[in-house]
């Protein structure tokens, strides 16, 4: 349970989904623990290369994301760096339940702080000027300069967002041409892009390939290619299906066709420090019992939508136009259910959770895939 060995580490009554981070040392522990977490992530895409579940290109898409997504979190350190310290210097709201993540308005706050980091910078005193007082006030006047070290954190939360690469609300879709078909008649196409799920709370990166017919290249076709930019990221919510989404797609643009459909959920994170579990995940981090900085496991889920074959429909009087047939799970109906072809679930977790993890051998665990980090970063997967 949440809590137990880290007395102070949230200060606020784990009652509610959602909870600050009142106590500064709670803060850095969160923040140094996502910063391990999200280094990792890098490393895993890598793995799953290796094993053949991702291209080379997947891997440098995820990692862009992975490193925006670190940028974010150490622009948020910097912005929290003295929570609790003083009145008016605000606390990170995290998800405590199936989460483990900051709650979703903290990246709209960060994004509408972005739109105005440079007016902020400006009326600012820079580093060297806030350094130089700090020192004056701990020299002259025998004081701790707390004042200071706020404005100090804050300009350097402002500068982080004024150089941008972070991971926000919402990362518009991007285009990568992976080659035309032999009669040139076709252009290949991965597209990707981000959330922040707000019902989630957690980051949510999506991957399509799709065959282009249009008369144009599509990302030269500026008013088709803001047309499926604004529907994709229109219908880039948990609740809906992947199925929904493609055929929503093929539907709405005769010329594109969705051929792989990816979304990757990113958490949740779950450390008994920071968040209220049940079921096998609490009794393998209480098992463990893990030295700070090692006690936590992250979910990694990823959903895949594949296009089984193409019919042609009748448009107008004489026209026809392409319609995917999207492959579902045979298995039990799931398909329906899930409107995916398959889901895979992983977890990525330190050496002591995965031990404590394969002494318990929960039945809900056996046909998830581990990612083992060693105290050294090395990545290990197992079944």
């Known amino acids: 349970m949440p809590g137990q060995g880290h007395s102070g580490d949230v200060t606020a009554a784990l009652t509610a989904d959602h909870v600050k981070l009142n106590d500064p040392f709670a803060a850095r522990r969160y923040f140094a623990k996502f910063d391990r977490i999200t280094r990792h992530l ?3 895409a890598a793995a799953m290369e290796t094993g053949g579940r991702l291209s080379k290109t997947d891997v440098a898409v995820l990692r862009g994301h992975v490193e925006a997504l670190d940028r ?15 009145a008016g210097f605000g606390a990170l709201e995290i998800d405590v339940h199936e989460s483990g993540f900051p709650v979703f308005a903290e990246l709209l706050t960060m994004a509408n702080d972005a739109q105005q980091a440079e007016r902020h910078l400006r009326n600012m005193p820079t580093e060297a000027e806030l350094k130089d007082q700090m020192i004056r006030t701990i020299v002259g006047d025998l004081e701790v300069p707390t004042r200071l070290q706020y404005a ?7 500068q982080a967002l004024r150089a941008g690469g972070l ?3 919402e990362n518009d879709p991007e285009v990568l041409w992976q080659g035309n078909s032999e009669d040139e008649s076709r252009r290949r196409y991965l597209l990707h892009w981000a959330v922040y799920d707000s019902q989630l709370n957690l980051p949510t990166i999506y991957l399509l390939e799709l065959e282009d017919t249009g008369r144009s290249a599509l990302p030269k076709d500026q008013a088709r290619w803001a047309g499926v930019q604004r529907h994709l990221m229109a219908q880039s919510v948990a609740g809906l299906k992947l199925l929904t989404i493609a055929q929503g797609l093929d539907r709405d643009f005769d010329d594109i066709h969705p051929k792989r459909l990816r979304r990757i959920h990113v958490g949740p994170m779950y450390s008994s420090a920071f968040t209220r579990q049940s079921g096998p995940i609490s009794q ?3 098992q463990a019992n893990a030295p700070a900085g090692e006690d936590w496991a992250l979910a990694w889920t990823t959903e895949e939508l594949e296009s089984e074959r193409v019919k ?7 026209g026809e136009v392409e319609r995917e047939i999207f492959a579902l799970d045979p298995f039990a109906g799931r398909g329906i259910d899930t409107g995916a072809t398959r889901t895979e679930r992983a977890v990525i977790l330190p050496e002591r959770p995965f031990q404590a993890l394969a002494e318990l051998d929960p039945p809900g665990f056996r046909e998830v895939r581990k990612f083992v980090v060693s105290p050294g970063g ?3 997967g197992y079944r």
């Open 42 to 44: 890098a490393r895993v």
């Open 72 to 86: 974010t979190f150490e622009a948020l350190s910097m912005k929290y760096l003295l929570s609790g310290r003083g």
């Open 152 to 158: 100090l954190s804050q300009r350097l939360y402002y």
């Open 167 to 169: 991971f926000w609300a």
């Open 284 to 286: 393998v981090l209480e």
């Open 312 to 318: 042609l429909e009748r448009k107008g009087w004489f």
């Open 378 to 380: 090395r990545v290990v």
